[in-house]
């Protein structure tokens, strides 16, 4: 069963960093694009970041030159850089993939997400 596993939330004062990693794992033919959404309290989940194999990646405009994402194919992980956060980035992060299972068939698949918490 193909699963992503994230790790790296926390709690960081205002300005602080934190570096969320999604690695995926179980039998699968290949992985295309990747990328992170979040989720605060009493909103709806809305995209981060997200990255394809090849080409650009794509920010939200409250990302734009404070969040980085990249990825590292051959280890199926995905990554976000995230620095000068903001009280308001406070939410649950979520790592999505689009993964194809076995050259036919495709998979939205979704972490299960990591808190992010940061204090005033």
């Known amino acids: 069963q193909v699963q992503l596993v994230e790790s790296g939330g926390g709690l960081v004062q205002t300005g602080g960093s934190l570096r969320l990693s999604c690695a995926a794992s179980?039998?699968?033919?290949?992985?295309?694009?990747m990328g992170w959404y979040r989720q605060a309290p009493g909103s709806q989940r809305e995209v981060v970041a997200t990255?394809?194999?090849?080409?650009?990646?794509n920010y939200a405009d409250f990302a734009k030159d404070r969040f980085i994402i990249s990825r590292d194919s051959t280890k199926k992980t995905v990554y976000l850089q995230m620095n000068n956060l903001k009280p308001e980035d406070t939410a649950v992060y979520y790592c999505?993939?689009?993964?194809?299972?076995?050259?036919?068939?495709?998979?939205?698949?979704w972490g299960q997400g990591t808190q992010v918490t940061v204090s005033p």
């Open positions: 179980g039998r699968m033919f290949s992985i295309g694009v």
């Open positions: 990255i394809p194999v090849t080409g650009r990646t």
């Open positions: 999505y993939a689009d993964i194809n299972l076995n050259g036919l068939r495709r998979s939205d698949t």
